[in-house]
């Protein structure tokens, strides 16, 4: 199974920026799917940006033209870029990947705390 690590988050002012990481722990270049979701205390869990078969983005409404996903195969790394930060963004913040092959995982979460 694929593990995953997910570091960058912490406290951040409103209008501030994140970058989280999420690093896999083999090749991320053949998957069906990847992404961030996230998990505000006493909601469920949503998804905020997945790459999805056939490279294409998908971006929760709420976050777009904020947030950015991206990749690096290289470094088997998911990277989410967040702007303009908003205290409704705080949550904790999960990578999950899809692989062809491996079951999917789930990283265990980075915490994002966005102060107005």
């Known amino acids: 199974q694929v593990q995953l690590v997910e570091s960058g988050g912490g406290l951040v002012q409103a209008g501030g920026s994140l970058k989280l990481s999420c690093a896999a722990s083999r090749s991320i270049f053949h998957t069906n799917t990847m992404g961030w979701y996230r998990q505000a205390p006493g909601k469920q869990r949503e998804a905020v940006a997945r790459i999805v078969s056939g490279g294409f983005i998908k971006y929760a409404d709420s976050v777009k033209g904020r947030f950015t996903i991206s990749t690096d195969n290289a470094k088997n790394t998911v990277y989410l870029q967040m702007n303009s930060l908003k205290p409704e963004d705080t949550a904790v913040y999960y990578c999950?990947?899809?692989?062809?092959?491996?079951?999917?995982?789930w990283g265990r979460g980075t915490q994002v705390t966005v102060s107005s």
């Open positions: 999950h990947i899809d692989p062809i092959g491996p079951p999917p995982a």
